[in-house]
């Protein structure tokens, strides 16, 4: 039964705290996943397509992410947390390479599907694998700074994308092969053999408190994915903003997440994460409505940047109430939560036809989502 507390596994009685690959993982992930979005052109012509059908590589990735994280926690449970992670970072490498080689549109996106498919494999793993090796008071902080990881790779994916299209866009999908081969080589921990051993139950996962930190992690995810989508709009029809203007508004949630990880990770540990979670996703909800009137660009900028924050804090709470809700099989309840925390960000471009008919609709419903994900957050589960 969940006690409120995480439980101190064996890595704490010699004192060892997350080591940086934990973290580093939490940044190639969105960074893979987001790099295409700046580089749509040059892809096409490279693939001999058109840039809308380059498109579907960004969706290519992003299902079998979101669709195979349940399973990560079982293979985890049978394989062993790192081990099954350093595989993971092996197959995401040679899909990598597979990306960059690449000259037919077909085998392109079947190797982004393949990159996709991997990086499920490592997300819920390392936010388990950080929570084993810190105390149950500095959670927060931790995964905040795992959360801040993964906001930067938000944040510089497009950038950084950019930059390699403008000398060839393979560069882009070299560097990450060589960073996930990196990434394999040092991810190591002591636990292995033990969890490989023990395995893990399904039947606790069924249980309240998972469902309210899947429930409240959708909400949060598709307010943050829909101030992002239509914030880029309102910079081009409001503002009249170049596609890099937009590209640099729109990477400010990213930034603004990256600030302030470990921040709010903090403040979490100190004020409490239900608190905490409950100001940000109130935060996130207000920032979310208020980004459709604004007056200039700067203001766009602001209401974008806190959204990024509150999000940040929403993502370490239900994080963190995923893992206290099934200590038998942590690692499965956060692939869940974090599944369905992605399934927000496939159905939020729901709100570009709401935006073509109405603005302040669209912007409205994603911060009632918003504001729905804060009033779950108040009720506290058995």
Do not use: K
Request: with cysteine; hydrophobic share 50%; proline share 6%.
């Amino acid at each position: 039964r969940a006690t409120g507390r995480l439980p101190e596994p064996p890595d704490l009685q010699n004192g060892v705290s997350p080591p940086w690959p934990f973290y580093a993982g939490g940044f190639l992930g969105p960074f893979g996943g987001g790099m295409l979005s700046s580089m749509l052109p040059e892809l096409a012509h490279g693939l001999n397509t058109d840039t809308s059908t380059a498109g579907v590589a960004i969706t290519a990735y992003l299902f079998p992410f979101a669709a195979l994280m349940p399973l990560s926690g079982m293979l985890g449970a049978r394989w062993g947390q790192a081990r099954t992670v350093r595989r993971a970072y092996g197959l995401y490498a040679l899909a990598s390479v597979a990306c960059a080689l690449a000259t037919a549109f077909g085998v392109f996106t079947l190797a982004r599907a393949v990159q996709g498919a991997a990086n499920a494999f490592t997300t819920p793993l390392l936010i388990t694998m950080i929570a084993d090796r810190v105390p149950p008071g500095r959670v927060g902080r931790s995964l905040g700074t795992y959360a801040s990881m993964q906001a930067a790779g938000m944040a510089f994916a497009p950038f950084v994308g950019g930059l390699a299209a403008g000398v060839d866009y393979r560069l882009a999908f070299v560097v990450i092969a060589l960073a996930a081969a990196a990434l394999a080589l040092a991810t190591r921990t002591s636990q292995d053999t033990a969890r490989a051993r023990r395995g893990a139950p399904w039947r606790p996962l069924v249980n309240r408190r998972l469902g309210q930190a899947c429930l409240v992690a959708f909400t949060v995810q598709f307010a943050s994915t829909g101030i992002m989508l239509l914030s880029a709009m309102e910079a081009s029809s409001r503002f009249g903003l170049t596609p890099a203007s937009r590209g640099l508004v729109v990477a400010t949630f990213g930034a603004a997440g990256l600030a302030s990880g470990r921040l709010v990770g903090a403040l979490a540990d100190r004020f409490g994460m239900r608190r905490l979670g409950f100001a940000a996703t109130v935060v996130l909800a207000c920032s979310v409505t208020a980004a459709a009137w604004p007056p200039t660009p700067g203001v766009l900028v602001l209401c974008v940047g806190v959204a990024g924050v509150a999000a940040t804090g929403g993502r370490v709470m239900t994080s963190t109430f995923a893992l206290l809700s099934t200590p038998a099989n942590r690692s499965t309840a956060t692939a869940l939560c974090l599944s369905t925390q992605f399934l927000g960000s496939a159905i939020a471009p729901v709100l570009l036809p709401v935006y073509t008919g109405s603005v302040v609709a669209a912007f409205g419903i994603a911060g009632g989502i918003a504001a729905a994900g804060a009033l779950l957050t108040l009720h506290r589960p058995r």
